[in-house]
């Protein structure tokens, strides 16, 4: 069974270009979270999705963020315009309702110059 | 307030010794999960051991073992005979409301950085 995928896994831009991540969660689970890891602040959450819909965005850090879930299968996170201090591993997790585990894609390295 | 508290930033092991990470948490929720999630240096978080705070057992997976004690709010990880493999972060996390309808994020500790000596 394929695990949570994201892409790009890899991401070099310079400040101020647009920046998407996305995210394919697997299939049949109704949680999707997006992660931030940097080791200043080790792994912030930033949004989450219930069955599409985004529950909490306390923690996405200003409107230059933006996360979108148009399908089941299918989620972006937008940075918009990037800043060096986005540099991080953008993680997506996602999970069944019942069962509590997140299962994390790989990670997304952005890095911005 | 930290929500994750894990105090060992670091810690070297012998291999083939048995190591116990700390974890604390603090939550008002009847309805909680525990996890540990171990990083290696290659970046993949991989889940490893769940505890339900209804569970009366302690959680056992393999060489990983959850030492919970609800009363004093932690949820130690128990690695016994570790290997040279073991070396990488591991995360507690907790994730509140669990089933109940409430905010069901994940929240993590700083984390515990295990590396063990041949």
């Known amino acids: 069974d394929a695990g949570v995928i994201q892409s790009p896994r890899h991401e070099v831009t310079e400040m101020g270009q647009e920046v998407t991540l996305r995210c394919k969660p697997i299939?049949?689970?109704?949680?999707l979270f997006w992660y931030r890891q940097t080791m200043m602040r080790g792994l912030e959450l930033l949004i989450y999705?219930?069955?599409?819909?985004?529950?909490?965005d306390s923690g996405m850090p200003e409107d230059r963020f933006s996360a979108k879930m148009p399908n089941a299968s299918f989620s972006t996170l937008k940075i918009q315009p990037s800043e060096p201090r986005d540099s991080a591993v953008y993680f997506c997790?996602?999970?069944?309702?019942?069962?509590?585990?997140?299962?994390f894609g790989e990670g997304s390295r952005l890095t911005v110059l | 307030a930290q929500k994750i508290t894990q105090t060992q930033p670091g810690m070297f092991v012998q291999e083939k010794e048995a190591v116990t990470l700390d974890c604390t948490y603090d939550?008002?929720?009847?309805?909680?999960?525990l996890f540990w999630y171990k990083q290696p240096s290659s970046g993949e978080m991989i889940f490893l051991i769940y505890?339900?705070?209804?569970?009366?057992q302690n959680a056992t997976e393999g060489r990983y073992s959850l030492n919970f004690q609800k009363a004093r709010k932690s949820a130690n990880l128990v690695i016994s005979a570790s290997q040279l493999g073991d070396s990488a972060m591991y995360f507690c996390?907790?994730?509140?409301?669990?089933?109940?309808?409430?905010?069901?994020?994940?929240?993590f500790g700083t984390g515990t950085r295990l590396t063990i000596i041949p």
């Open positions: 997790a996602s999970s069944y309702y019942y069962t509590g585990e997140l299962f």
């Open positions: 299939s049949g689970h109704d949680y």
């Open positions: 999705f219930n069955n599409n819909v985004p529950i909490d």
């Open positions: 939550t008002s929720d009847q309805s909680y999960g």
């Open positions: 505890q339900g705070s209804y569970d009366e």
């Open positions: 996390a907790m994730r509140e409301a669990l089933r109940t309808g409430g905010n069901e994020k994940l929240t």
